[in-house]
Structures are given as C-alpha cells and as structure tokens.
C-alpha cells in the first residue's frame, strides 16, 4: 500500500462515523498498522512479578515477531527479539519459564540473561561475537507494568509513567499475583475489540452483571437524579477519607472517563471512579474476594482504571484487578490475555476462590468477545455502511479511531515522526 | 483486476472448450464474479411458506454478505442487509427464526418488520431515523418461490415471472413443506458445480439411480429406436390427458433442455418431460414416496424442471419435489442447500417416510459434489489445458460458459448494463 | 513478481549469511521457485519397483499438480500429468494402485497405459484422438530410481545418471521393497529443510542416536587425532576390500562432502563414506537390522549417500536405506516421504522387524522437522536478521543457497536457460 492508496483509504472516514469496511478488510493496511501502531508504539508485556528472579522469562508474539523479557543478572528487566542471530530460530519457546543462559535449540548458539552472545563454538574464527548479541528492544517498568517498544525510535515514555506511577501505587502491582490467566481468540480484527472497550453504550444489553457494579452506563444528559445522588455520596465518602494517600476519585460523574485523547496525545491515561452502592468490588454480589491489595485499608477505594493503547486496560478493585493484554493474530483474530490479580500473599481456596474471583469480568469478557465476532461479521457485508456514532455514548469510539486515523497519517510510509508521544 | 487484465483473461477461452486455470483460482476474478453475477443478478432465497408469517425470518450468505428475508406486518415479503445502520453488527443470527421486531443485539437499536429505525435510545439529538432504515433489497415472489437481488438496479424480474409461474402453477409450491433439508459445501469452484448440472453426459458412470428414471442421458443421435419409441408413448400419453391443465410436456426429446441461452438473454427457464417407464417419481424404485402435490390428479405428469442463474434449480414430481441454492463461500467452496419439498399436508412417518423421500436426490448429489471436488484437484494442476466439449452432450456447458463469459464482458468495471435480463 | 522486483529481492541476500525473511513469506516468489525450481527441474518420484508389473501406478502432488506415473505395456516407466484431458478432471486418486487402463471417473474418457486416448465415447464426430492422450512428462530411470521433469526442455539428466548408476550398483536399489514408508508434513519452507540437511553443524544437539555412528560431526579442523586416526583406519579396511567391486570411499573426512556445487553445475551427488567403530549400519546399536542387500557380501561397506536438488536424498547401509523425497505442499508446509528399504527378499518379523529398523531415521526425522518448525516460527519475525554460516560447518548451507540464488537468476521471467545441467 503506497502512501496515495493509504491516505485514499484514510480520507474515506466520515466524521463522527464508524470505519468503512474495508478498515476490517484490506491486508495492506492490517500489516502497516502492525508496522506503525503495534512495532510503533508501546506494547504491555505482562508484571514484573512474572519474572522475579534473573533467568525468569515470558515470551509473546504481536503478529508473527516474538519477543523475549528477561530479567538480567542485575536484576533488570529486558526484552529482546527472541531469534538466535545465527539462523533465526525461535529460542524460548515457552509462554514463560527460567533459563540459566539462553542456549539456541538449533546450533547451541548461547546468550547470557543481558543478550550477549557468550559461545557460538563451531563457527569459523575472526568472527565479532560483540555484534551478535539478541537485538535489544526498548524496554520502561512502572508501577510493576511491564512496557516493550519493538521500534528503534519509541515515543516517550515519561508521560506514561507520570500518570500511571501515582495513580497505581496503592493497588501494589509490584506485590500482586495471577491467580488465573486465561486466553482468548476473538474472531474480530483489533480494532473492533477496542471500539468495543471504548463505550458502555452496550452495557445494557450485553452485561447484566457488570452494570450492577458500574455507573459507565449513565451519562450526564440520561442519569436520573438518585443516580446522581448516590454517586455523587460515594465520591464524597471516599475522597474524604483517602485523598491524602492517594486514592483520588478523579472520575466523579457518570460515563466512561475521556479516553484516549488524539489532539492531547494522550494513548493512556488513568483514573478513579466509585462502584454502585453495595459493591465493594467487581464480583457478582458486591462482595469481596479476596484479600486487600497494596496499602488498601478498607474496600472503600472505588475502582482503578489504566489503558494504554494499542494494547492494555486494567480494572483494579479493593481486592483484586483484572487486566488484558491485546495482541493481533491477524488481520481476523485479536489474542486477549485476561489476568486475574490478587495479593501475593493470599492462599488459592483460603483466602481466595477462583469460582467467586473468576465469574465477573470472564462473563463480561467473553460477551464481549462475542458481540464482537458477529461485528465482524457484519462488517464484512457490502451491505455494511458505517452509521453514526452516539455523540452522549460513543464520544471515546469516535476518539480512538481519530486517534488511529491520527496514527496512521502521522507515519505514512517512510515517515519517522512518533505520534504517540504526549504533547507536553 | 483492472479492464484490460480481465479481458485479457476472458478472452484466453478457447471456443467450444473448457476454461483455464485461471478461472478457478484467481482471487481478482472470484471478487468480480461476485460483484458482477452474485451481486448483479437475481439470487433464490427460499420459499415463501418458510416465511409464512409477519415476523418469520430467514436469512442466507453469499460471499461475506448476509441478507435478511422477513414477512412484514402487511404480509409482503421484504429483504434487506442483515446489518445494523449503526456500528455493522449482523442482526439475525439463526438461519431461520421468527421476531417482533429487529433488535440489535449490540446497542439495542430496533427496526419494525417493514426495516424502519423504530428506537436507537442512547443516541443524540437530532439523528433523522428515517435515514436510518435497513438498507432494502430488491425481492421478488413468483409461485412460491423468493428471489432478491442486491444490486441497486436489478435486471428485469418480469421474463422470469412469466416463465416460471404458469409452468409452476399445478406443483403448488405455495402450499408445499420443507421434509428435509440438507447443507453440502461442496469442495469446488461454483463453476464447476455449474458445469455438472448442466450435462447428463456423465450420468452413466455417476449416477447409476438417476437414469434408471430419466432419459437424460439419450440423445437424438444416439437413442435407439426402442428408447425414442418409449418415450414418445410418454409424451403423447401425457400430453393428451393433461395439457390442457397446463401440465404440458415442453421437453419432448433425449438430453437435457437447452439452457442457458446466452444469445437470447435467458438464465432462467422451466420445462416438463416425462420419465422412464416404471417411474411415477424420481425414487429409487420409481413408486411414488408422498401425497401428490399441487392440483395433480395422477402421477402421470412426468417432471417439472426449472432452474434460474447463478443458483437455483429443481426437480418437481407428482408427490415431491428437490430443489437446490447454490451459494459460493469463497472461490473453492460453494454451499448447496438441497430442499425436498412434500404437499404442507403430508405428514412424516404416516405420508411419508425420510428413508424413500431422500436416497434418489441425496445420492445423486453426493456423487456430483465428489466429483466436482476431483475436478477443482484437477484444474488446478499447470498440466490442466481445457479440453473440448461434446457438442453432443455437452452444449448446455458450453451455452454456461458463453452466458458466464457474457456477464462479466458486459459487467466491466465500471459498466452498469444488466445482461441478466431477457432479449424481449 | 516481475523481473526487477525477483532481481532486488535476490540481490539482499548478504554473502555468506543466511536468507532475508521475505524469501520465506512472499508467495510471488514461491510461485516462481514452483516454476523454476520445482517445475523446471528432475524430481524424484519413487522407485522403480514400486511400479512393477505394467499398470502399476503411483502418483505425486507438486504445488497443486498431480503427476502419475506407471509402468506402461512395453515394460517401460512413464509419467503424465494426472488430469483428463477432456474436463480436467483428477485421473487416479490414489497415492499408488494398478489399473488395466487409465478411465476418468467423470465421463469414462479412457486412455491406454500408454497415454493415448482410446475411447471418449459421447464425444462429436471428427475429433482427433491422437492429440487428446495424456500429456507426458520426461522420466529418466537410474539405479531403480524414477525422476520426472515438469519441464518440457528438462536439463540434461545423463551427468546424475554418470553419477548414480555405478555408485548405487552395489546396493541393488531394483531389488529392494518397502519395508516401511512415513508422511512427514513438516510446517516450514522447502528452503529450510535442506538447508537443515546440508549442515551436521546441528547434530550434536538434535541427533544424540545419529552422532554415535557417523564423522559428519567432525570436520578436518576440529577433529581430535584419535577420531582422525579412527576414521582412517575405517577407509583404509574398506578401501582394501571392496574398491574393486565399486564400493570406493569417496568422502574419506569428517563433515559433510561438498554439495551441491552451483559453480560447477552440481545439483546431484553420490558417495560412500564410513561409519563409526561399532556401527555396521545406521541403526540405534549399529548393529544389521536387515539382510544385506544388493551385492554386499558384509557389513563393512560404509555408507553410500546420494542426493539430487530440489527433492531427493538416501543413506543406504550395508543392510537397508532411508530415502526421502520433498515435495512442496505450499510455501509454510514441505510433505516429505520417508522411504525404509530392505531387500525384496526379507521377510518382516523373520529377517527384520520394524521396531529395530526404524527408530535411527525416524527420530533423526523428527528432530528435524521439528527444528525446521521452530526455524521457521523464528524468521517470520521482523527481528530475524540473517546471522553468518560457519565457513567450517556450515559451506553446504551457502553452496545450498548460492545454487537456489543461481537457479532463480538464470531463470528469471521468460527466460528458458537450463542452469541445472552440469556443466561438462
């Protein structure tokens, strides 16, 4: 796809309209988003906790590029392209393990936990081993969030930390682990996952359970008066008891918070907001499941939310969070890993239970993934028209495929300029 | 696939011979014949008793495209794109189910059964619904039979309509039932399926039940005496009891009726003929296997055949009738949908039985969708050159190919002229 | 692919270094290296005792064509491509049978075991029969092994039969059967399993039952005294023997001998060379599995190796050999054939039983191709950057790559040149 066909395509969005069909279609397009937005931009890996100890790894592929975070010998994480510099084989295949040294499957080829070719015995003499380390991938931790950028030029990623370091200090993520993790294939290009992610206009009718808990259903214009009441209480009784520690309500009135925000450069952000009265957490009755988390003294802390794109959200309660990771398979089928946290001291059926801490967020997931599947389907109609978007409800949609569209022009064909970058 | 290209590509077809390779596996093409035949022409959809009242549904995918056919509330038979005005969701789901009203499962917007936008709570102001609709297609109804057409601007409905309804008239296809239906994806390129239909010239060696009861197989020049004998006593038999009811013999001679007829704009065409001796219905031993259908008074009304391109054809007996939708998936795999139809009076297990209704037409099929499967391994080896057709046998395959190679000819990129319609 | 494109595309290949990622994703140029390589050159279809008696058959699968070959009346070998030449149709359907004469299951065009058509009963008046036979190929036979050519100007076969037919004489190849055949379809390029072949490089790591029994390991500056010494004596016994009788150590030191050898025209080769102290044969304890075969009047002859590009290689044992033939299934999945051969006279479960025949070559198979898979995974990476080949263990993986490079260049577009011809 030249930069005329690309820009073509680009310039056929209506405004305050959905994506034409062939934004779900056209390979060409699908493979420079990989290259502009997915190898462009800053991409969640996983915890810290997952590789606590040197030698500790988890691997991930975003198209068909794997990539390796390790934790070194000084206890640095780092990622590296996980493809022995020799003939390019694969060299940790596992989702996660721990290696003494990273030893090539094929040729024995071995690296040490910092990626420094070590031995390559068998190869003629004169050769630079110093130039034959694993390629070094930008690699930010914050708040026990793991960040990897596959480009050599990564947007900044100071402004990220900025907002996500105070905002998640609380909750402890450095001191959290999985209770379960679980993969899902939704049969829905990337971009309709996050359409989805961006509204809770389909609160009503696909999540009856989540609904419960949240206020994203409301809006300004359509909350009743006891709606805004009792938010409005729940704000009040929390930011006047934890304010000072941090815990700031920073999301008071009904809706999803503004997320993203393409004329701010704003591919993240974080906020607080307040669960419905009698949900302490995110669980199918309102009741805790486990544990307190980080330096949470009661349940009364609302709920924290982080996105970042393309690739990450997390919904952190009291109790436990529940985060995903995004990575596209192919032009058709979007990988979400859903993580389900908890302190890392709580004891699986003592202080916790996967049958309370699971039901929530995995029925609200695999609806989503569900409506999104028959999108697809529907987008692939030549029937399909894009319609307009709820200008009260949709606001976030019509901001992230702005923000998209936003990405794509910025990095036309041989354009170097990094758009993710906030604007300062 | 550009002008040029594709006439080049039509233009490699050698006279009273197959086609290239090409035209079995270019995906530029297959998108074009979609575009051109698929979406151009007039497609069966199914009967009208399967949508017997308002609110009855069903729907049918050609291409990646769903359409939605539904009874109104006047009693009208309607089609539309089964996707939402909206974000694009696919609205009906099943292949066939009954609704008050359109609901999208994804937001909630709803359409009346006359595909009005009735309700999109949660947009904003000002949003004209009238502009909203689901988007119409064209639908036609002929002797039960309902055929809809994507296109914008159909080719004329009315020759087939004066064809197909004084022929179908005594069958009563308005009052028949679905005893079974059955899905084949038939491993091969909708051509090909084509292809086999329109020649009995293999029937000998595939399908040894089919010309026990047909004279198919004959043909003026190679029928014995004793065969043209047989089946002029047939025909006058016929004739002299019935046609004054319209139950006239049309196709009084060996082989198939020709059909397509390119030179003359026919895709469609319905014939009658008689059967073999010893057979009142195509069934395995030629007795019949349900109540007669329609205003027939005996079996001895031989075998009302129509068919219609690019995908519909059936066989009508005196007590039951088999018709087939062809639907290509993608340019390998084309969706036969075999219906056999019985009088909406009979009933199974008393008038009928599955295991004498099904065998002659469900055996017969499976031994042409095998070797149509055999035939696409074949074309697509590069030693595969077209070979030449029987004049003898196989000139309805060639009037298929020139109606095909006419379409697209006609259809050029660009070109809105409609072809499918009839020479007055 | 046009020829400026093919000729950038090879142009990037770094000397010495493996290939960049696009030669094993672009399926333009897979298409090409199907015409070149893989239409254009000798393949290996199978041994001549498979096809004993006239109307025996096999058939193969290159890219999407199918290639028949059998024995004809006359006794002689001969291939054709499997497809009518009337409707294209797929001729014999399975992998290998015997027929009378050759009838096509769609309208029983029948053809001789010769080719020729002799009866298309249906047909028209005043067709020529004599140019509807089946389209032949050229087949060569040598040492009981049959090769067909695509090709209609197939490069001169007479320097591998000068090659083949005195080094196989020994081993007695036209009287061998299959004691036990393997389909292995292996998830990578073509280009990778040989390359995987053409290098012992990995074996230490792979091929723990291979190492034990064979030099190939070594190479001449690596190699300890006492395994020099070991291998020396092993030639010197060998060649005191038999030289006589033609069974010549050729490749007296360690590593792989050269090939292929694009300079000088060599995509074939044979040689014998020995095994390791203890080993009679290629087996887990080196001890004989088999009866001796050929004219072998005991074990200690080594082990004859034969190879020809793109699709063909043997180690043959005093007692029984392994044979492989490659065929492309599509540009991600390589279908090899393992083939274990024992002479036509031993018995299974008497003279040889399977669980001690295969397992060497099974395992050192599927090490294989499971590296291959892993290779593969690793360059469809964008971070795979081809690494350098040991000019030590690694020469036959370049000469590998050079030839390919060769063979595309000299056959670029429109250009009919024969680059696999030796050069005399």
């Not at 307190?292 to 802390?301: C, F, I, N, T």
């Not at 990450?312 to 985060?323: M, P, T």
């Not at 967020?361 to 894009?386: A, F, M, R």
């Given at each position: 796809m030249n930069k005329t066909d690309l820009e073509a395509l680009l310039d056929t969005r209506r405004e305050g309209h959905g994506l034409p069909r062939a934004f779900y279609q056209n390979e060409a397009l699908y493979a420079f988003e990989l290259e502009r937005i997915w190898h462009g931009g800053w991409l969640f890996a996983g915890?810290?906790?997952?590789?606590?100890?040197?030698?500790?790894?988890?691997?991930?592929?975003v198209g068909?590029?794997?990539?390796?975070?390790?934790?070194d010998d000084a206890g640095d994480v780092r990622a590296f392209h996980n493809v022995c510099r020799?003939?390019?084989?694969?060299?940790?295949?596992?989702?996660?393990?721990?290696?003494?040294?990273?030893?090539c499957p094929y040729h024995s080829w071995t690296y040490s936990r910092q990626g420094e070719l070590v031995n390559c015995h068998g190869m003629h003499e004169g050769l630079d081993k110093s130039k034959l380390g694993l390629r070094p991938l930008a690699t930010e931790v914050v708040a026990g969030l793991i960040y990897v950028c596959l480009s050599a030029d990564p947007p900044a990623f100071a402004p990220l930390r900025d907002e996500f370091a105070?905002?998640?200090?609380?909750?402890?993520?450095?001191?959290?682990?999985?209770a379960r993790m679980v993969e899902y294939d939704v049969e829905a290009n990337w971009k309709l996952v996050w359409e989805n992610n961006r509204e809770c206009f389909h609160c009503q009718r696909c999540h009856p359970q989540y609904v419960k808990a949240n206020f994203d259903i409301y809006d300004e214009g359509t909350a009743s008066e006891a709606v805004k009441q009792k938010m409005a209480a729940a704000v009040a009784r929390t930011q006047s008891k934890w304010a000072a520690q941090g815990i700031d309500i920073t999301h008071t009135h009904g809706g999803l918070a503004t997320f993203p925000d393409p004329d701010n450069g704003l591919w993240f952000a974080a906020d607080r907001t307040v669960l419905a009265e009698g949900f302490d957490t995110e669980s199918m009755d309102g009741q805790r499941v486990a544990p307190?988390?980080?330096?949470?003294?009661?349940?009364?802390?609302g709920v924290l939310r982080m996105r970042s794109l393309p690739n990450?959200?997390?919904?952190?309660?009291?109790?436990?969070?529940?985060?995903?990771r995004l990575l596209p398979v192919n032009s058709r089928v979007t990988r979400v890993r859903g993580y389900w946290l908890v302190n890392e001291t709580a004891r699986e059926d003592e202080d916790y239970t996967l049958d309370r801490l699971l039901p929530f967020?995995?029925?609200?997931?695999?609806?989503?993934?569900?409506?999104?599947?028959?999108?697809?389907?529907?987008?692939?109609?030549?029937?399909?028209?894009?319609g307009p978007l709820s200008r009260v409800k949709e606001y976030?949609?019509?901001?992230?495929l702005r923000w998209y569209l936003k990405e794509l022009r910025a990095g036309g064909p041989g354009v170097a300029s990094r758009p993710l970058t906030r604007v300062a």
């Open positions: 915890f810290t906790f997952e590789v606590k100890n040197p030698g500790d790894y988890l691997t991930f592929s068909g590029t794997s990539v390796l975070v390790m934790r020799h003939r390019g084989t694969l060299l940790c295949r596992a989702d996660a393990g721990h290696v003494r040294a990273i030893v105070p905002a998640a200090r609380p909750q402890g993520f450095e001191h959290a682990k999985i307190l988390m980080g330096s949470y003294q009661d349940a009364d802390v990450f959200w997390v919904h952190a309660s009291c109790d436990h969070a529940v985060a995903a967020w995995h029925l609200t997931n695999e609806q989503d993934w569900d409506i999104c599947k028959w999108q697809q389907k529907g987008v692939d109609s030549v029937g399909y028209e894009p976030n949609v019509d901001a992230f």
